[in-house]
């Protein structure tokens, strides 16, 4: 997804919003894979320094397997295509 966003990116001549993870794969085919280990990547965005995490809305269901102290350290962005991620990724603003 990461890759998909910075292409988009860079077409759109757009740039992704400061401190924000994107977590998530997209197959050949534009489909999203789920997220594994959803605690621990939560973790190592937020020792990245990530504000904000787009996370796929199929990874909805591990969220009860994440401490909530650090779910309280990001704003959550869920999408379920990849055009809605680029759409959240991305800076619109002036």
Known sequence: MAVFISLCSGALEK??????????TMTIGGSIQNVDNLADMLQ??????????LIPA??????????PD????FQLSF??????AVHKALYFGN
Do not use: F, M, N, R
Request: glycine share 8%; proline share 8%.
């Open 70 to 73: 650090l779910l309280s350290k």
């Open 15 to 24: 740039p992704v919003q400061k401190q924000t993870a994107i977590l998530g």
């Open 44 to 53: 190592i965005s937020l020792d990245a320094g990530a504000k904000k995490v």
């Open 58 to 67: 199929s990874a909805t269901a591990k969220l009860g397997t994440v401490p």
């Open 79 to 84: 999408y379920d295509e990849p055009i809605d």
